[in-house]
């Protein structure tokens, strides 16, 4: 019991292991996955007190407080709502037990101890989230370069439909357009799920 103690204190009994597709629907995150719709796992790490969970649309977090505690809470963190930042990847030392992951979700760090055995597993995630920053990042300055584009082709249009005459059929059909034009953009730079990302860094 005490070891047990010393060991949680410590934070050796929370030195995490990367669990095999196969083994996906026996951990506890499964069920919380909205496999309804269409939300797939791609990698997990289960130690004694948690679980994190990537599927193709976000960070399943089952947070335990200790080795020793049942107590846990969900959190989720999407990939759209919580950009991916400061990815970062520690190797084993030659006494070290294992290898540190880290990066941020928004405003969140996290910091996640996995056993040195599943480097090789541990570098294509670290590959993956690299990959997914990237994306998020080069999307949200498409989507404002997008935006200031279509304000001023909006504005040139309505002073040229005010010129014209006719202002309100000009103003509805610029108006029209102008929607579509923003939906279409949204869908190509707001991206929400990630999973052709996993599958092409993810080799388990």
């Known amino acids: 019991m005490f070891k047990k ?3 949680d204190a410590l934070g050796l009994s929370d030195v995490g292991s990367v669990i095999h597709p196969s083994d996906y629907d026996k951990v506890d995150a499964d069920d919380y996955i909205l496999h309804e719709d269409n ?4 990698f997990l790490i289960k130690s004694k007190s948690d679980e994190y969970c990537f599927t193709n649309r976000a960070l399943v977090h089952l947070d335990g407080t200790s080795a020793l505690s049942k107590k846990r809470s969900l959190k989720r ?3 759209k709502e919580h950009a991916i930042s400061d990815v ?7 006494i070290d037990l ?8 928004g405003s969140v760090p996290f910091s996640i101890d996995v056993h040195k055995n599943h480097i ?9 989230l690299i ?8 999307n949200e300055i498409s989507m404002e370069y997008a935006k200031e584009s279509l304000q001023i082709t909006s504005n040139t249009l309505v002073r040229a439909s005010i010129q014209e005459g006719s202002v ?3 103003f509805r059909h610029i108006n029209d357009h102008v929607f579509n034009w923003l939906m279409n953009s949204r869908k190509k730079y707001n991206v929400k799920d990630f999973g052709f990302v996993f599958e092409k860094y993810i080799n388990n």
């Open 98 to 105: 294992d290898v540190e992951i880290k990066f941020s979700m």
């Open 131 to 138: 990959r997914i920053s990237e994306l998020t990042h080069e």
């Open 168 to 170: 309100s059929d000009h």
């Open 88 to 94: 970062l990847m520690e190797t084993a030392g030659t």
């Open 39 to 42: 939300e797939k796992i791609y």
């Open 77 to 79: 963190y999407s990939y």
């Open 120 to 128: 090789e597993a541990i570098k294509d995630l670290y590959k993956a």
């Open 5 to 7: 103690i010393a060991s």
